[in-house]
């Protein structure tokens, strides 16, 4: 893939869940500007990308995390997140915890 400014190629890491999806690749790469834009393009090469991370609204799932370099894109612009090329996504779901 070849990247841009305006459209940078980025690193997504997924768990185990959404190998399924990418067959069985634990990091793939996407294209967008923006956080959203990159999802747009996974789901497109792997469709059912989207649907495992949001609900019919199109937003995030709340135990969806997505990290940009290790900063969660909630406290960024959420999906609206400028990406570089160079980037890296790591989309984790939130881990329930238990009592020490």
């Known amino acids: 893939m070849t990247s841009s400014a305006a459209n940078p190629t980025v690193q997504v890491r997924v768990t185990a869940v959404l190998q399924k999806l990418t067959g069985g690749l634990k990091a793939v790469e996407a294209t967008g500007s923006t956080v959203g834009e990159a999802l747009d393009d996974l789901d497109r090469r792997f469709p059912g990308f989207k649907a495992q991370l949001s609900g019919e609204d199109g937003k995030l799932h709340r135990f969806v ?10 406290y ?3 999906v609206d997140t400028p ?4 980037d890296v ?12």
């Open 83 to 86: 990406l570089k090329p160079g």
């Open 76 to 78: 960024l612009q959420g």
């Open 65 to 74: 995390n997505i990290y940009l370099n290790d900063e969660d894109i909630r």
């Open 89 to 100: 996504l790591d989309i984790l779901p939130a881990l329930a915890g238990g009592s020490l």
